[in-house]
């Protein structure tokens, strides 16, 4: 009986091939980043549009948001009691309908 090792000991990678390795994973992680960034820039591009569109059209209608906001705050606190009414009518009417 032997005390010879009993693994093959596996040869060891080449310098060039770590390099290569190296460079390819390199490689594909810009490739990732720069399609991360283009995507990030899409959908960058994507919500102003949007919300340029929002604003053109609130402004076609005229209905200024921040004054409208401003009422309805004033109407709260002027007459809670009618305001809850009001609030409560609205959820049962959306009940009503989402049941359906």
Do not use: C, W
């Amino acid at each position: 009986m032997s005390n010879a090792y009993p693994f093959t000991p596996q040869p060891q990678p080449r310098q060039d091939d770590r390099d290569q390795a190296g460079g390819s994973a390199t490689s594909t992680t810009d490739k990732l980043i720069d399609h991360a960034e283009e995507t990030t820039a899409s959908l960058t591009r994507g919500a102003k549009e949007v919300v340029t569109s929002i604003d053109d059209k609130r402004r076609t209608v005229g209905v200024d948001t921040d004054k409208l906001s401003d009422l309805i705050a004033d109407e709260i606190n002027d007459r809670p009691i009618r305001a809850l009414g009001i609030a409560m009518a609205v959820g049962f009417f959306v009940g009503i309908v989402a049941a359906r």
